[in-house]
């Protein structure tokens, strides 16, 4: 049974940092894709970045420059260290992982991921 379990949310001012962990257990984690996520009240769930096993790494947009996606395979860990940050990344940020199919693994789509944490709550002030 795969577990994941964020850490490192917290509220910061705007233009300041946070680093996000999930620790994974369950899950062979040199394989497959982990992906951050975040929700926002009264939105949908977003994609931010994603990594696959050969760590390669897909940001979205809004959080390119900004955002660093990193794993430790040794660890089980997952982590996102979120510099600049705004007031428009306020949400509940969850980790996800998945085995994806051939070819899409850079898909930030969260219907695609089965195995979720239970999320870690960023909020940044203006």
């Known amino acids: 049974q795969v577990q994941l379990v964020e850490s490192g949310g917290g509220s910061v001012q705007a233009g300041g940092s946070l680093r996000l962990s999930c620790a994974a257990s369950?899950?062979?984690?040199?394989?497959?894709?982990m992906a951050w996520f975040r929700q926002a009240p009264g939105k949908e769930r977003e994609g931010v970045a994603v990594?696959?096993?050969?760590?390669?790494?897909r940001y979205t947009d809004s959080v390119k420059g900004r955002f660093t996606l990193s794993k430790d395979n040794a660890k089980n860990t997952l982590y996102l260290q979120m510099n600049s940050l705004k007031p428009e990344d306020t949400a509940m940020y969850y980790c996800?992982?998945?085995?994806?199919?051939?070819?899409?693994?850079?898909?930030?789509?969260?219907?695609?991921?089965?195995?979720w944490g239970q999320g870690t709550q960023v909020t940044v002030s203006s």
């Open positions: 369950g899950y062979t984690f040199s394989s497959g894709c």
């Open positions: 990594i696959n096993s050969d760590n390669r790494i």
């Open positions: 996800a992982a998945r085995l994806p199919k051939v070819g899409e693994w850079w898909l930030l789509l969260a219907q695609l991921y089965n195995d």
